[in-house]
């Protein structure tokens, strides 16, 4: 009787733990960067920071061991490789670091589901659509059946096959991109959702012919804010899983730049309806797009600061941004500054200038040390279209060693110039404060930024930006196109109205 009944128990334990589903296995791959091709810069492999494994859930915190979404799949975390926006990436490199993502991916096969983490805006010499050939690779290995969810920086581009072996595929809806964890972790739990469910049943892809800088777009100004809120009402209807607007990216020349509306779910009709009432609700408002903020000269800029008692006021150095693609070391503002006699003696208005890459003054000043005098040429390494190296004469205030970029602080006249050893952005009040430099007590600062980061934002007296010259030129008609479709807006001011018509996209199967 005892070995009767032992026997049940342990067959029913059995057909329990039999009908216990296992986790999905879920694996995670990506690389992101952002390239202007109008830019001499190039990207290579030690400018990508690789996470490996287990390293990547740092890149997700909702994905921390203790998250609900950790606990709903077995995780898979391949390799994501992403660089500060550059020139275009060597195609060394590209195939280096792809290479190692496909070798990874095989090791963890097979997977139930994938999500791709890129920014869309990448290029590589000698090859059209990078993203698009990457998930290509992908696909060559995970297979056509697998569910992959694709999220993406509103500023990357959307080529067809992309949008086409992307099963779910998202982007951002905050420029600056307070929300990237967000539609990250969107992208994932609709990608967890649909592994039961299925693929959904219908894509829709817009084209739209507009290429607008991302100055001029952002969401926390007209009409971007208004754009950007319609998103999400037209995901609440049943039959549609998610939509999104593509900006792209206008310093980069190949036929996906350009904006892409796409929406997706299981009803052809309410998908439609979402991405063409997007789509010309953007081309509605086309122009009424504006700098975010008051955009003039240099010159003007400057004048402007200079009379004004708010502090700090922020005049962006919006040719050179490096965190859009710019070198990062182009000398034309800081020669133009070095001109004007306002910050010529040391008791004039204090300007910091945030920053320029000079690795032969770095090593002179840590000869000298603080209170020594330096005289060397910086800048212009990479990208001397504009203007010359220019030399910086002055007495370093202040050294930061570090094993990567050395930064120091030169001060020339009013003028405290942070030169680094390799390009860098400053985009937090903590990277002037490392410096000593009391950002908010400063009188100007200028940075090489477009529009400026949540911090320095929050930080500003007052702000300007300025058309200054380099990589990411925001007057795109002087840009030399030849790449992107004709007619786009807004370079081709007599253009007739599109049609906005949705595209059904294949499903990758
Ligand atoms: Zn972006």
Same mark, same amino acid.
């Given at each position: 009787?005892?070995?009767?009944?032992?026997?049940?128990?342990?067959?029913?334990?059995?057909?329990?733990?039999?009908?216990?589903?296992?986790?999905?296995?879920?694996?995670?791959?990506?690389?992101?960067?952002?390239?202007?091709?109008?830019?001499?810069?190039?990207?290579?492999?030690?400018?990508?920071?690789?996470?490996?494994?287990?390293?990547?859930?740092?890149?997700?915190?909702?994905?921390?061991?203790?998250?609900?979404?950790?606990?709903?799949?077995?995780?898979?975390?391949?390799?994501?490789?992403?660089?500060?926006?550059?020139?275009?990436?060597?195609?060394?490199?590209?195939?280096?670091?792809?290479?190692?993502?496909?070798?990874?991916?095989?090791?963890?096969?097979?997977?139930?589901?994938?999500?791709?983490?890129?920014?869309?805006?990448?290029?590589?010499?000698?090859?059209?659509?990078?993203?698009?050939?990457?998930?290509?690779?992908?696909?060559?290995?995970?297979?056509?059946?697998?569910?992959?969810?694709?999220?993406?920086?509103?500023?990357?581009?959307?080529?067809?096959?992309?949008?086409?072996?992307?099963?779910?595929?998202?982007?951002?809806?905050?420029?600056?991109?307070?929300?990237?964890?967000?539609?990250?972790?969107?992208?994932?739990?609709?990608?967890?959702?649909?592994?039961?469910?299925?693929?959904?049943?219908?894509?829709?892809?817009?084209?739209?012919?507009?290429?607008?800088?991302?100055?001029?777009?952002?969401?926390?100004?007209?009409?971007?804010?208004?754009?950007?809120?319609?998103?999400?009402?037209?995901?609440?209807?049943?039959?549609?899983?998610?939509?999104?607007?593509?900006?792209?990216?206008?310093?980069?020349?190949?036929?996906?730049?350009?904006?892409?509306?796409?929406?997706?779910?299981?009803?052809?009709?309410?998908?439609?309806?979402?991405?063409?009432?997007?789509?010309?609700?953007?081309?509605?408002?086309?122009?009424?797009?504006?700098?975010?903020?008051?955009?003039?000269? #240099?010159? @003007?800029?400057?004048?402007?600061?200079?009379?004004?008692? *708010?502090?700090?006021?922020? /005049?962006?150095? %919006?040719? $050179? +941004?490096?965190?859009?693609?710019?070198?990062?070391?182009?000398?034309?503002?800081?020669?133009?500054?070095?001109?004007?006699?306002?910050?010529?003696?040391?008791?004039?208005?204090?300007?910091?200038?945030?920053?320029?890459?000079?690795?032969? #003054?770095? @090593?002179?000043?840590?000869?000298?040390?603080?209170?020594? *005098?330096?005289?060397?040429? /910086?800048?212009? %390494?990479? $990208? +001397?279209?504009?203007?010359?190296?220019?030399?910086?004469?002055?007495?370093?205030?202040?050294?930061?060693?570090?094993?990567?970029?050395?930064?120091?602080?030169?001060?020339?006249?009013?003028?405290?110039?942070?030169?680094?050893?390799?390009?860098?952005?400053?985009?937090?009040?903590?990277?002037?404060?490392?410096?000593?430099?009391?950002?908010?007590?400063?009188?100007?600062?200028?940075?090489?930024?477009?529009?400026?980061?949540?911090?320095?934002?929050?930080?500003?007296?007052?702000?300007?930006?300025?058309?200054?010259?380099?990589?990411?030129?925001?007057?795109?008609?002087?840009?030399?196109?030849?790449?992107?479709?004709?007619?786009?807006?807004?370079?081709?001011?007599?253009?007739?109205?599109?049609?906005?018509?949705?595209?059904?996209?294949?499903?990758?199967?």
């Amino acid at each position: 009787m005892k070995r009767a009944l032992f026997l049940m128990i342990t067959a029913l334990l059995f057909v329990v733990g039999c009908t216990e589903k296992p986790k999905p296995r879920v694996g995670v791959v990506g690389i992101a960067i952002e390239c202007s091709t109008f830019s001499p810069a190039r990207t290579s492999k030690d400018m990508f920071r690789v996470f490996r494994g287990d390293e990547m859930y740092r890149l997700y915190p909702f994905l921390s061991e203790d998250s609900t979404l950790r606990q709903q799949a077995e995780w898979l975390p391949v390799m994501m490789s992403s660089a500060t926006p550059g020139g275009m990436v060597t195609s060394e490199a590209y195939e280096e670091l792809v290479d190692e993502t496909i070798e990874r991916l095989k090791e963890g096969m097979p997977y139930d589901a994938l999500f791709l983490d890129i920014h869309g805006a990448m290029s590589v010499e000698g090859l059209e659509d990078p993203e698009g050939d990457f998930i290509a690779r992908v696909r060559g290995v995970v297979g056509r059946d697998v569910i992959i969810s694709t999220c993406m920086d509103l500023h990357g581009c959307v080529s067809k096959p992309l949008a086409q072996m992307s099963d779910l595929i998202t982007c951002y809806r905050m420029a600056p991109h307070e929300d990237r964890y967000i539609s990250k972790k969107r992208a994932v739990v609709n990608l967890l959702d649909r592994i039961d469910k299925g693929k959904p049943k219908y894509k829709a892809w817009v084209y739209v012919p507009i290429l607008l800088p991302g100055e001029k777009t952002s969401t926390r100004v007209e009409p971007g804010a208004s754009l950007y809120a319609a998103i999400e009402p037209l995901t609440q209807s049943e039959g549609v899983i998610d939509a999104a607007i593509w900006i792209s990216y206008a310093w980069a020349d190949e036929p996906r730049n350009h904006a892409v509306v796409m929406a997706y779910g299981d009803s052809e009709q309410e998908v439609v309806a979402a991405a063409q009432s997007l789509a010309k609700r953007f081309w509605d408002v086309r122009d009424e797009f504006e700098f975010v903020a008051p955009t003039a000269s #240099l010159e @003007e800029c400057l004048t402007a600061a200079l009379k004004s008692d *708010k502090r700090p006021y922020f /005049v962006s150095d %919006m040719g $050179d +941004n490096p965190t859009a693609g710019g070198a990062g070391d182009v000398t034309w503002t800081l020669t133009e500054l070095l001109k004007r006699p306002e910050f010529k003696k040391p008791n004039g208005k204090r300007l910091i200038y945030a920053s320029i890459p000079g690795p032969a #003054l770095v @090593e002179q000043a840590l000869k000298v040390g603080v209170g020594g *005098k330096v005289r060397e040429k /910086v800048g212009a %390494m990479v $990208d +001397n279209r504009y203007a010359e190296p220019v030399e910086l004469s002055g007495v370093v205030e202040t050294i930061v060693e570090s094993e990567d970029n050395t930064k120091v602080v030169v001060r020339v006249g009013s003028m405290q110039v942070i030169v680094t050893q390799t390009r860098r952005p400053y985009h937090y009040e903590r990277d002037f404060d490392a410096l000593g430099l009391n950002p908010r007590e400063a009188d100007i600062i200028v940075v090489k930024l477009g529009y400026l980061t949540e911090e320095l934002y929050a930080m500003r007296g007052d702000w300007m930006m300025a058309q200054t010259r380099g990589g990411v030129d925001q007057e795109l008609e002087k840009l030399p196109y030849r790449g992107i479709h004709r007619p786009m807006y807004p370079l081709d001011p007599q253009m007739s109205a599109p049609s906005l018509k949705a595209e059904m996209i294949d499903i990758c199967q």
